[in-house]
């Protein structure tokens, strides 16, 4: 060892009520630790599987063939939104409690709020980027397609009016910028489904437990609303059912509203406002949720 | 008012185990300080409420009852921390990070950005003498260096106090030395070093005060020498003394009243310095045999 | 208020935070999913029996926000029915995947169009069964794909292609002019209709009995409407109509009938270049 002078610094450095730049190290730091545990390969079994798709098809029209690539691209796109949340945020928390990782970031001077957030950050930049980059893939993969039925249709021949109606159907089918929202639609529904795992994750004993109950939880908020629209209506149902049904309406969130990317894809018109709004109730999720985190992790002894 | 570095009054520390009223009393009734720029030693065998005791200070958990201070901070107040510098037992780090990132990353967790991190960084590498593996993640790196990289990080907000946590468990004799000399040097730098450990020989030859902890309790707490120096005998070790020489000193010992020879012999070293010695020798054997290769 | 907090037990505080959290956005999130599913944003849940209906794989799908995915798959599997002339199981499968995605008209065109035009097709030609069996099959598919069309219109009331489909069962399979009329009439003005269906509302209209007033005066509008609709099938079909309605002669067209080929007419002359075959010559 060199004989380099260490100087001990003076006493009594203020420490921010909440730093900006500590969660964003945290949340740099999962990136980090989540790319490197190879993540972004999903990517490739991705665009694999888009171009499957695409070049496989029993459509019986060019419409109907993008039709069904934009729906399993984008059903793919949400499947790998909310499943990364679960299992990528459950890994966090139990992995550094196991790992005593927690103790050396903790006897820092870190809030055990700000290191909640980070982590929830990180795993938010990891699904928004790859969200982006499938989005990408999925609308070349789309509009090369668009193209190429286009470019069949007009070579094929046939009445002037009856090649327009195809190619108006194709377009219909084809490529809209409104396809962004149903990505963010999926992002929307990954980002509350973090912070429910974050929840669980500050008491749950592993992250086994923490992916089984999330998947769980985000099971039952998708059927709750459709339980609510069957069961609540007829009569004949007992009050301890009645009463579950809306036990699990207060306590768990609603999935199913999330799902709006499916009717993105399928060519509704998105509503001016929409995306406001959504954007509004994810982020009152994600504050409430992560509150409730606080509530059980302050006082957490490692 | 002097401040002390550590202050632990009526500790106590109670762990449900079970359901119902089971409960484990892991610390109880601990009171010790530790003084501004004094290396301080915890020890005791395992499960006798060092590593409580040591959570409890750096914040990571609440006492049932009474208090811990850090230069007069109550250990749970986030200022404390800044005042602390924390080399766990084992590296407690993230593995996919290399050395140089996981400094930064501690670095930046204690509000130090930008040019002055990098050069904090680099400086402590050298310090630690991992400047060679600063780019390689700590999933590749030997114990010892993971220890190495442990002090780095804990000294990396040049903390007023460090807290060592079984500094050389697990390491080998080579390496217990050096973090053994380290300790000194941050003494002398002004550092209150406050180190837990159940290695008793290594600790002693570091610890201005110690307290020795067993179930929970202090049993004995001083400074080293009065409590290691057995009352009433005096040791001495000649070299190159001959046989009349030590007869005459066994003649002189006898005509005094009341004093008596309690042993004689040939001192030993121990395995640990023998070790050492051949490491060295075998050192220095190498440097020569290059520089005669150089030149050549 | 924080030794208050430290005294309840966290669990409690928790449930207590979620219930009044879930209660102050319960009137949002069900207004909001009103109005979300009355515009088409959010699919309406399955119905029941279709739920039902799903194996254990699908309702997982389903219930994790994959309708399109599962729907996506069942395609594939009626596909495979489709092949192997399945069709009992390809209308169930059907069945669910409307289920699953009302709003998608392909599905709704798909289903009639296996079930109107290929399943009929099949009675026509299998001779493995009886005759008598394949007639009383053929009368059931037809009818019941003009069931499915009507449930498609039903769900996507502006839909071009299901009426498409849906005229062309009343077209191929059951020689029904009027019907056909009816529906190319209702495609009129639709946002994605073909520009032939307002001739082809005439023509059917013209084959359909009792109708044949109707149908010269929608031709005859058109044919005034511009130079462009003097095709020669137009031409052709008011020319008849004017023979059946015995139009006086000052008020007759002047065009004479157009050539078409193997009719021992000269070759038609088009405005698009391209010879007009795919018309229906009037009866």
């Not at chain 1, 039952?220 to 036990?247: C, F, I, P």
């Not at chain 2, 053994?180 to 600790?203: A, M, N, P, W």
């Not at chain 3, 010269?216 to 020669?232: F, G």
Request: charged share 25%; with cysteine.
């Amino acid at each position: 060892m060199s004989d380099e002078a260490i100087t001990p610094r003076a006493p009594g450095k203020k420490v921010p009520i909440f730093s900006v730049t500590r969660v964003w190290t945290i949340a740099m730091s999962t990136v980090t630790q989540l790319v490197r545990m190879k993540t972004f390969y999903f990517l490739l079994a991705f665009a694999l599987l888009l171009l499957v798709v695409g070049n496989v098809s029993f459509a019986s029209s060019p419409a109907q063939a993008l039709s069904t690539l934009k729906k399993v691209s984008f059903g793919a796109i949400d499947l790998f939104a909310w499943l990364f949340a679960i299992v990528a945020t459950a890994l966090l928390i139990p992995r550094d409690i196991e790992d005593r990782t927690l103790y050396t970031i903790l006897s820092k001077p870190v809030r055990r709020g700000e290191y909640l957030l980070g982590k929830l950050a990180g795993v938010l930049v990891v699904i928004g980027v790859s969200l982006a980059v499938m989005f990408v893939i999925c609308s070349i993969m789309i509009i090369w397609k668009q193209v190429g039925y286009m470019a069949d249709e007009q070579a094929g021949g046939g009445r002037k009016e009856d090649i327009a109606a195809s190619l108006a159907l194709i377009a219909k089918n084809g490529f809209r910028i409104e396809l962004a929202a149903a990505a963010y639609a999926s992002f929307l529904k990954a980002a509350v489904v973090a912070a429910v795992t974050i929840l669980l994750s500050t008491f749950a004993s592993s992250s086994l437990f923490t992916i089984i109950i999330s998947i769980l939880v985000f099971l039952v908020g998708h059927a709750h609303s459709m339980a609510t629209d069957y069961w609540l209506r007829e009569t004949d149902n007992s009050m301890a059912v009645q009463m579950l049904l809306k036990v699990f309406k207060i306590v768990i969130p609603n999935f199913q509203l999330f799902s709006f990317s499916e009717g993105i894809v399928a060519g509704a018109a998105l509503a001016p406002g929409v995306l406001w709004q959504m954007t509004w109730l994810t982020a009152g999720y994600l504050v409430v949720f992560l509150f409730i985190s606080l509530i059980a992790f302050v006082d957490k002894e490692f | 008012m002097s401040e002390h570095a550590v202050e632990v009054n009526n500790l106590t520390k109670v762990f449900r185990t079970g359901i119902g009223n089971q409960y484990v009393v892991a610390v109880d009734n601990l009171s010790f300080r530790v003084e501004a720029g004094e290396v301080y030693g915890l020890i005791g065998p395992n499960g006798s409420g060092k590593s409580t005791t040591m959570k409890v200070v750096l914040g990571l958990m609440a006492a049932s009852k009474g208090e811990a201070k850090v230069f007069g901070l109550d250990s749970g107040d986030i200022r404390a921390r800044n005042e602390i510098g924390f080399l766990p037992e084992n590296p407690y780090f993230y593995k996919h990070l290399t050395g140089a990132e996981t400094l930064k990353f501690y670095g930046k967790l204690c509000g130090i950005r930008g040019k002055k991190l990098k050069a904090r960084v680099e400086e402590l590498l050298e310090i630690v003498g991992l400047e060679d593996a600063a780019k390689r993640r700590l999933g590749g790196y030997s114990k010892g260096m993971l220890q190495r990289i442990g002090l780095a990080q804990s000294l990396v907000q040049n903390p007023r106090l460090v807290i060592l946590d079984e500094p050389t468990a697990g390491v080998d004799p080579v390496g217990s030395r050096e973090i053994r000399d380290l300790i000194l040097r941050l003494k002398e730098e002004g550092y209150t070093v406050f180190l837990c450990s159940h290695l008793l020989e290594q600790v002693q030859e570091v610890c201005d005060r110690i307290g020795i902890i067993f179930e929970g309790r202090m049993r004995r707490e001083g400074k080293l020498e009065e409590l290691i120096k057995i009352e009433k005998q005096t040791a001495m070790t000649l070299e190159n003394a001959s046989p009349e020489l030590l007869a005459k000193i066994e003649d002189l010992v006898a005509s005094e009243e009341g004093a008596s020879i309690v042993e004689t012999g040939h001192p030993r070293t121990t395995l640990e310095r023998l070790f050492i010695q051949i490491a060295e020798r075998r050192s220095k054997e190498k440097a020569s045999a290059e520089k005669k290769e150089e030149a050549s | 208020m924080k030794k208050l907090l430290q005294k309840i037990p966290k669990w409690i505080q928790i449930l207590t935070f979620l219930a009044v959290f879930g209660i102050v956005r319960a009137p949002f999130e069900d207004d909001l999913r009103m109005r979300l599913v009355s515009n088409g944003i959010l699919l309406p849940p399955p119905a029941k029996d279709a739920l039902g209906q799903l194996n254990q794989s699908a309702l997982m799908g389903t219930l994790g926000g994959l309708r399109s995915i599962v729907s996506s798959y069942l395609v594939l599997e009626a596909f495979d029915h489709f092949s192997l002339k399945e069709w009992e199981e390809l209308r169930s499968d059907y069945r669910v995947i409307t289920a699953l995605e009302p709003r998608d008209e392909n599905h709704w065109r798909n289903v009639v169009w296996h079930i109107g035009i290929n399943a009929t097709a099949n009675m026509e030609v299998d001779e493995k069964i009886p005759e008598f069996e394949r007639m009383r099959r053929f009368n059931e598919y037809a009818v019941g794909a003009i069931e499915l069309a009507e449930e498609g219109l039903g769900q996507n009331p502006d839909s071009a292609i299901i009426r498409l489909q849906l005229a062309e069962v009343y077209k191929e399979k059951l020689n029904d002019s009027c019907e056909t009329a009816r529906v190319y009439g209702e495609m009129i003005g639709l946002p994605d209709s073909p520009g032939y269906v307002k001739r082809f509302h005439g023509y059917y209209l013209a084959q359909c009995p009792g109708r044949e007033n109707d149908a010269y005066d929608h031709l005859i509008r058109m044919y005034r409407e511009s130079e462009n609709n003097h095709l020669p099938s137009l031409i052709i079909h008011i020319k008849d109509l004017e023979k059946k309605l015995d139009i006086p002669f000052a008020l007759r067209i002047s065009d004479p009938y157009p050539p078409l080929p193997g009719q021992g007419r000269a070759k038609p002359e088009n405005p698009d270049g391209v010879p007009d075959f795919t018309d229906p010559a009037p009866k």
